[in-house]
Structure formats: structure tokens, C-alpha cells
């Protein structure tokens, strides 16, 4: 029996994820360079990416179906179909779950001895409750408090002014629900945005002033378990600022 679970779970497929490094070109032709890329899965979630330096964006395509691709202003870039594994993950977790049932039975058939003593072992010593769930990624709570960081150009395709080198952000996060509050009194940035935050990966996004005009801001980015800060902010996206371009800024900061 043990070695018929084995045999089941080795010939089950692994659940279907296949990365992929796609190149991101504009409207205009040209590379989209440090940019955030919306991306919408096949059951209607989005999640965000950030292009590197050449305009490739890397991301692992977990589930089968089509992905829409879009830049900051909503345009469709592409779209991506990944195809579905020949067994789900359903049917993999349930002959894993046999195969070790059958494990159990053959260890527990063969551990009594003649004298009927069906269990010597002590089955408490694992205490299984000294474990913390929050440890694998989960502890997102522990990532808020005050954060000062600076920041720098990294693409201003309209030559627009350059008004966000420093700030002061305060970080207060219920769950993985994120609000960001600027208490640096910077007014080209806005005095506070929402959004959320999975495993140290966020977004969040707010109207503010960048010169005097209202416009969008977008942040992407994450937070180390060392709690240092990188991220990307986004400045115009939705084409209200002068000649319809946006700008992006890096940023680091520390706690």
C-alpha cells in the first residue's frame, strides 16, 4: 500500500504556474521602463507588477485562462493564455491525501508487538501548538511604523519638474489593508493613500497635487523582513498633468 501512494503521488503533475519574462512596449513604441503593469487574471483579480530598467516585466502565471496586460492610463499592452495542467490541484491533494493514509494504516498494522500494547510513544511530545502562523509571510502587521525615505527620478519622459526627494511616511496596517500618511508636509505628495499589502508586496494609490494640478499617485513596491522600503511611485498616470505623461520616482527608505 505505501509504495501504491507513492507511485500516485509521484505521477500527479505539479499544479500549473509557468513565469514568463514579456517585454512591455507603449502606445508610442517605446519601452515601458520602471513602470507598473496591471495585470488581470483570468477570475477578474488583479494584481501590479513593476517593469525593470529594459521594460520586462517577470511574473508566475499560477492559474489557466487568459491575462490582460495594461499600463498605468488602463491600455490593453497584451494578453497571455497559459494552459491548464492535466490534473488539478483538488485531485493532487486528495491522492496525497490517501497515499498518506495508507502510510498511517501500514505503520500502525505493523507497530504492536504480541502484548497487545498498541502505542508506547507519547502521541503529545510534537506539541504542535509552539508553531507561529504568522511566520511564513502572513505577519504583514509587524511591517507598519515610520519610514523615512528619499527619492529619485527614474523616468520623466515630459521633462516635467522634479518636486519629491524626501518624505516622511507613516505606515498603519490592519490585515492586509494599508494606509500610508505623509507627515513630511511635502504638497506635491498627497497627505495620505490606501491600498493593500500581501507578504511585504503593496500597493496603494490616492489624488494629490504635483505642481498645483490634481493628479493620480500610485505606489508599488515592498518591505523587507530587515523592514527597509523600495518602491516605485507613479505620478500622472491617468494623463492630467502637462502633455498627457506621467513621471516615476524610486524610492528606498528605512525605518
Same mark, same amino acid.
Given at each position: 500500500? !505505501?509504495?501504491? +501512494?507513492?507511485?500516485?503521488?509521484l505521477l500527479?503533475?505539479a499544479?500549473?504556474?509557468v513565469?514568463?519574462?514579456?517585454? @512591455?512596449?507603449?502606445?508610442?513604441? $517605446?519601452?515601458?521602463?520602471?513602470t *507598473?503593469?496591471? *495585470?488581470?487574471?483570468?477570475?477578474?483579480?488583479?494584481?501590479?507588477?513593476?517593469?525593470?530598467?529594459k521594460?520586462?516585466?517577470?511574473?508566475?502565471?499560477?492559474?489557466?485562462?487568459?491575462?490582460?496586460?495594461?499600463?498605468?492610463?488602463?491600455?490593453?499592452? %497584451?494578453?497571455?493564455?497559459?494552459?491548464?495542467s492535466? @490534473?488539478?490541484?483538488?485531485? @493532487?491533494?486528495? *491522492?496525497?491525501?490517501?497515499?498518506?493514509?495508507?502510510?498511517l494504516?501500514?505503520?500502525?498494522?505493523?507497530?504492536?508487538?504480541?502484548?497487545?500494547?498498541?502505542?508506547?510513544?507519547?502521541?503529545?511530545?510534537?506539541?504542535?501548538?509552539?508553531?507561529?502562523? &504568522?511566520? &511564513?509571510? +502572513?505577519?504583514?502587521?509587524? !511591517?507598519?511604523g515610520?519610514?523615512?525615505?528619499?527619492?529619485?527620478?527614474?523616468?520623466?519622459p &515630459?521633462?516635467?519638474?522634479?518636486?519629491i526627494?524626501?518624505?516622511?511616511?507613516?505606515?498603519?496596517?490592519?490585515?492586509?489593508?494599508?494606509?500610508?500618511? $505623509?507627515?513630511?508636509?511635502?504638497?506635491?505628495?498627497?497627505?495620505?493613500?490606501?491600498?493593500?499589502?500581501?507578504g +511585504?508586496?503593496?500597493?496603494?494609490s490616492?489624488?494629490?497635487?504635483?505642481?498645483?494640478?490634481?493628479?493620480?499617485?500610485?505606489?508599488?513596491?515592498? *518591505?523587507?523582513?530587515? $523592514?527597509?522600503l523600495?518602491?516605485?511611485?507613479?505620478?500622472g498616470?491617468? +494623463?492630467?498633468?502637462? &502633455?498627457? $505623461?506621467a513621471?516615476?520616482y524610486?524610492?528606498?527608505?528605512a %525605518?
Amino acid at each position: 500500500m !505505501l509504495i501504491f +501512494g507513492i507511485v500516485l503521488v509521484l505521477l500527479a503533475p505539479a499544479a500549473n504556474a509557468v513565469t514568463k519574462h514579456l517585454s @512591455m512596449v507603449g502606445k508610442n513604441g $517605446q519601452p515601458l521602463k520602471s513602470t *507598473i503593469i496591471t *495585470i488581470t487574471s483570468p477570475d477578474g483579480t488583479t494584481t501590479q507588477r513593476v517593469t525593470d530598467k529594459k521594460g520586462i516585466l517577470e511574473h508566475n502565471f499560477r492559474k489557466a485562462g487568459v491575462y490582460t496586460l495594461s499600463d498605468p492610463s488602463g491600455y490593453t499592452i %497584451k494578453t497571455v493564455s497559459v494552459a491548464g495542467s492535466a @490534473m488539478n490541484k483538488t485531485v @493532487m491533494i486528495g *491522492i496525497a491525501a490517501g497515499a498518506a493514509a495508507a502510510l498511517l494504516l501500514a505503520t500502525g498494522s505493523s507497530s504492536g508487538d504480541a502484548t497487545g500494547d498498541p502505542g508506547t510513544g507519547n502521541p503529545g511530545t510534537g506539541d504542535p501548538g509552539t508553531g507561529d502562523p &504568522g511566520a &511564513g509571510g +502572513g505577519n504583514e502587521g509587524s !511591517l507598519g511604523g515610520t519610514y523615512n525615505a528619499t527619492a529619485t527620478v527614474a523616468n520623466n519622459p &515630459g521633462n516635467l519638474p522634479v518636486l519629491i526627494s524626501t518624505l516622511v511616511l507613516q505606515l498603519e496596517i490592519i490585515g492586509t489593508a494599508l494606509t500610508i500618511i $505623509q507627515t513630511s508636509n511635502n504638497a506635491n505628495f498627497p497627505a495620505q493613500l490606501s491600498g493593500t499589502i500581501v507578504g +511585504g508586496s503593496f500597493t496603494a494609490s490616492s489624488n494629490g497635487s504635483y505642481g498645483g494640478t490634481s493628479t493620480l499617485f500610485h505606489l508599488a513596491g515592498s *518591505i523587507s523582513v530587515s $523592514q527597509s522600503l523600495s518602491f516605485l511611485i507613479n505620478v500622472g498616470s491617468d +494623463g492630467t498633468l502637462e &502633455g498627457g $505623461q506621467a513621471l516615476t520616482y524610486n524610492a528606498t527608505g528605512a %525605518k
